[in-house]
């Protein structure tokens, strides 16, 4: 009865490799985000969708590339790996994130190492 | 644009003692204001939350808040903590704009 989920918990790759990050919610939620957590544990949104729709995408790297094919499902696809994309991905989903009074449910995160 | 401020990087304390988090919140007009932990591994979850009315905020975990808006301020507080309460924790402010900014964040260490 996972609320939101993200696939695979650890990822270890190349530098230059392509890889891929699922996230699902059953909340029934519209809106999905993912957030990058540093090595400091800064929290910052990288994409934010609202019914399959892009609403932010803040100041991303064009390697990643963030996928909604439904409601349910916010993908996170990164190619060439850099060494700087070490981190933890954390997808969360939120009901009318509009309006800013939604708290967001997070997925237990995605720890991405690049060696 | 608005911002998190939390000016405590670490904070020890003992079992059983009385624990405040301070956080600090720069927006123009009326913040949605919001506290999450992080345990070691797990993603964040929502302690408590403040949109409007009564400013002092009950949340989980025996945690409450309370909104100061001439201190710009949402600190969080418990009366007695546990050694579970061993964390990370987070404010964060949303401005209806599709996203949460988050403070940097606070680490607890709860000594026996």
């Known amino acids: ?115 | 644009a608005q911002s998190v401020t939390q000016p405590d990087i670490h904070i020890t304390v003992s079992e059983g003692a009385s624990l405040e988090l301070r956080c600090n919140y720069s927006y123009g007009a009326t913040p949605y204001l919001f506290w999450y932990v992080q345990s070691p591994g797990q993603g964040l979850q929502l302690l408590l939350k403040y949109f409007s009315g009564d400013t002092l905020v009950q949340g989980i975990k025996g945690f409450e808040a309370e909104f100061k808006r001439s201190q710009s301020s949402f600190n969080l507080r418990k009366p007695s903590v546990h050694w579970s309460d061993a964390a990370e924790y987070f404010c964060a402010v949303g401005a209806g704009d599709y996203k949460l900014s988050f403070g940097a964040g606070t680490t607890v260490t709860v000594r026996a």
């Open chain 1, 1 to 115: 009865d996972t609320a939101v989920s993200q696939t695979p918990k650890y990822l270890v790759t190349q530098m230059g490799n392509d890889k891929s990050i699922k996230c699902e919610q059953n909340l029934g939620h519209d809106t999905m985000y993912w957030y990058k957590q540093d090595s400091k544990k800064f929290l910052k949104i990288m994409f934010s969708y609202n019914n399959k729709e892009l609403i932010i995408n803040e100041t991303v790297p064009n390697r990643f590339s963030p996928k909604s094919p439904d409601k349910a499902h916010l993908n996170l696809h990164i190619n060439s790996l850099e060494l700087g994309d070490s981190a933890v991905y954390f997808c969360a989903s939120s009901q009318g994130g509009g309006t800013g009074t939604s708290p967001l449910h997070f997925g237990n995160g995605t720890r991405l190492t690049v060696t």
